[in-house]
């Protein structure tokens, strides 16, 4: 499911320096681009590399590393390609463990 993203404050957004506040007109079109992403639900929502770990095994080392490895063929491939293959490493023996 799509989380409910909230609207952004100059006040939030991350500081880079002394002066930085963005370049002008960011905050809108991070606005609009929530907007459309809330009438959408993208195979990154549930698919995507945080969501191909294991949940058994939530908050240890091979969880972890199963979201790393994940990560890594994300940058590389697609959505279906990359929780095809993490699910096959998952399946060998062993498992895609540490």
Known sequence: AVQAAVAVTAEAA???????KGPKGWQALYNR??????A??????VIGCDK??????RHTEPYR????VALMLSAQTRDF???EAVCNLQNL???LRV
């Open 14 to 20: 991350p500081q880079r320096g002394p002066t930085a």
């Open 33 to 38: 681009v929530v907007d459309m992403r809330r």
């Open 40 to 45: 959408v639900v993208a195979p990154v929502d």
């Open 52 to 57: 191909l770990a294991d949940p058994a095994i």
């Open 65 to 68: 590393f199963q979201t790393l």
């Open 81 to 83: 390609c990359t929780a």
């Open 93 to 95: 023996p062993g498992g």
